[in-house]
């Protein structure tokens, strides 16, 4: 199994500009977060899914920030327009589903707002 | 509302000494409790977890946990540090009633001297 996948590895860009971070669970997965770490805040939750159906988004920072779950294999977060406060490290993780269940982080996105 | 405390930022112990990291958390009834580690660069891996039963757990990489409900606390312990151990770890906790949203506490980084 290739694991959670998360594209891309980097991603540097102007204020203003958009940015699309791209993730693919795990198959059989029916769970799919979003985390941001940042120095400051540490790992926060931003919006997690259930069978492709956003469940909780209350840790959206505000209205340019958007996540979409169009299948069961891909999911996106968008950011329009970019700001430099939001240069951070972005995670989606995925579970199979239950309780006991562990979450299986990707490896990443380091976005740089400049 | 749920959440997690790591009291110490930063730990620095000598290779082969032994270890321990604090957590405390935040729920009204019994969470469930999890050790994540990050190492620089990664997405975060599983290290151990509890849901029930006996309090004390075993996990990967000779790391263990212990459960403790009066003081609402998780911490997480090995008897002899390694220069591998050397990461970032993350206490987290979900709630009986919260799907799959886990809440992160703010992490400890671990330096290893040789």
């Known amino acids: 199994d290739a694991g959670v996948i998360q594209s891309p590895r980097h991603e540097v860009t102007e204020m203003g500009q958009e940015v699309t971070l791209r993730c693919k669970p795990i198959?059989?997965?029916?769970?799919l977060f979003w985390y941001r770490q940042t120095m400051m805040r540490g790992l926060e939750l931003l919006i997690y899914?259930?069978?492709?159906?956003?469940?909780?988004d209350s840790g959206m920072p505000e209205d340019r920030f958007s996540a979409k779950m169009p299948n069961a294999s891909f999911s996106t977060l968008k950011i329009q327009p970019s700001e430099p406060r939001d240069s951070a490290v972005y995670f989606c993780?995925?579970?199979?589903?239950?309780?006991?269940?562990?979450?299986?982080f990707g490896s990443g996105t380091q976005l740089s707002v400049l | 509302a749920q959440s997690v405390t790591q009291p110490d930022i930063h730990i620095t112990v000598s290779e082969g000494a032994s270890l321990e990291l604090r957590c405390n958390y935040s729920?009204?009834?019994?969470?469930?409790l999890f050790w994540y580690v990050q190492s620089p660069g990664q997405g975060l891996q599983l290290l151990l977890k509890?849901?029930?039963?006996?309090?004390l757990v075993q996990g990967i990489k000779g790391f263990e946990a212990e459960f403790k409900r009066s003081q609402s606390s998780f911490n997480l312990r090995k008897p002899s540090v390694h220069w591998s151990d050397a990461a970032e770890y993350f206490c987290?906790?979900?709630?009986?009633?919260?799907?799959?949203?886990?809440?992160f506490g703010q992490g400890t980084e671990l330096s290893v001297k040789p």
């Open positions: 198959s059989g997965h029916d769970y």
């Open positions: 729920y009204g009834a019994t969470p469930y």
């Open positions: 899914f259930n069978n492709n159906v956003p469940i909780d």
């Open positions: 987290a906790v979900r709630g009986y009633n919260q799907g799959g949203k886990l809440i």
């Open positions: 509890y849901f029930s039963g006996d309090t």
């Open positions: 993780a995925s579970t199979p589903g239950g309780l006991n269940e562990k979450l299986f």
